[in-house]
């Protein structure tokens, strides 16, 4: 049985207060295939944190018959600090509340951190250099200025996902499909994942522009790669991923259990865990670019009523939703129609149905890149 947990005490901490974060490890410490898995980094993405009880459950069941091949890390809840966040009964998890800003945002950038040093370093043979990088990344996250609870958390979490192969990160949107978001260097290698998870969308970015937890570990190989084209470096070494495991509401074991076998089989494909898993279900969409994702955006304050379900097919002009301006009765100023703006299929909704102007109502997964869509194309 290889199964340990590893308790890491947060710096920085207030006085009389402690949080803890729990690492699940299986799995031999040297093997050469590494995964890491956390869940909930927004802490009120809640689907995740089921999720990754079930995958323990699963795990821990090969464990049991030796069949761990590769070591696979498991964080079944990544943020003890937004587990906390409670404002007169709501559960707040998505910003640090303290003025730390959305938590999967601004990530060390591992490409800056490490260009430099590896000038003159790096050899003729990919693996050599692949594992040299790793050691310069690990080496830099463990040199990060660290000072308050927020920084020594994205240390601790930066520091298990530096070095694998396979990064989940498991998140949840407001009201959705399950989605994955990936660098375009890993499609069509991340098929079979989303077909096993029934992916309704796979949105594609090089730099989403928002420093966001995945592509701190995704993009820096092919930011390297240019960088040092005399020297093979592989653009693929870290498959991260965001994992939208539907919406905040999609809380149930069956859903759970289901989404941990597919990440399961995803760990079995790559001889993390041993058994060939079965057949992938059919792919359910084809993976788009980010670009050509619509953010609905609100044009004013108002009362939120969909015309359109999630999944449904949208034509660009289509009415998806009617805002309703409850200062007005009975005029043209008391409804607006919300149209979508390009054609494709509405992949997230607004679980709260009382919005402010420009907040965002709804995703739309289209094909054709819009141009409004530059900088920053997350949602903050
Ligand atoms: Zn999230």
């Not at 079965?278 to 980010?290: I, N, R, V």
């Not at 200062?327 to 390009?342: F, K, L, P, W």
């Amino acid at each position: 049985m290889s199964h340990s947990i590893e308790r890491q005490i947060l710096k920085g901490s207030p006085p009389g207060t402690q949080r803890e974060l729990v690492l699940h490890r299986f799995g031999p410490a040297e093997a050469d295939a590494r995964a890491y898995i956390q869940a909930s980094l927004h802490a009120d993405e809640v689907p995740a944190m089921l999720v990754a009880q079930h995958l323990l459950e699963l795990l821990k069941a090969a464990d049991a018959q030796a069949a761990i091949k590769g070591r696979i890390t498991v964080v079944p809840y990544a943020n003890p600090l937004g587990l906390s966040q409670f404002v007169n009964g709501v559960h707040l998890g998505r910003y640090n509340l303290p003025g730390g800003g959305n938590y999967n945002r601004l990530w060390p950038d591992l490409y800056d951190l490490i260009r430099d040093e590896l000038r003159g370093r790096l050899g003729p043979d990919a693996n050599t250099n692949k594992q040299l990088i790793r050691q310069a990344m690990k080496q830099a996250v463990t040199t990060l200025q660290v000072h308050s609870e927020l920084e020594h958390l994205k240390q601790l979490l930066a520091r298990e996902a530096c070095d694998a192969d396979l990064v989940l990160d498991l998140h949840c949107d407001d009201d959705a499909l399950m989605h994955l978001y990936l660098t375009p260097e890993h499609w069509p290698a991340g098929t079979d994942l989303a077909a096993d998870l029934e992916c309704r969308a796979v949105l594609l970015a090089s730099d989403s522009g928002g420093g966001s937890f995945d592509e701190a570990f995704s993009t820096p190989w092919p930011r390297l790669a240019d960088a040092f084209p005399e020297h093979p470096i592989p653009r693929d070494a870290c498959f991260s991923a965001t994992v939208e495991l539907r919406g905040q509401a999609d809380v149930d074991d069956t859903l759970a259990a289901e989404d941990a076998r597919a990440l399961y089989r995803e760990l079995q494909r790559r001889g993390l865990v041993a058994g060939l898993p079965s057949p992938a279900k059919a792919l359910q969409c084809e993976a788009t670019a980010l670009e050509a994702c619509e953010l609905a955006k609100s044009p004013a304050s108002g009362i939120l009523s969909y015309r359109k379900n999630l999944g449904e097919r949208v034509a660009k002009g289509d009415v998806i939703a009617d805002l309703v301006d409850p200062s007005h009765y009975g005029d043209t100023a008391s409804r607006q129609e919300i149209r979508a703006s390009t054609d494709g299929v509405l992949l997230t909704r607004r679980l709260h149905k009382y919005v402010r102007a420009g907040d965002n109502l709804a995703k739309i997964v289209g094909t054709e890149p819009l141009p409004e869509r530059t900088g920053l194309l997350l949602e903050d």
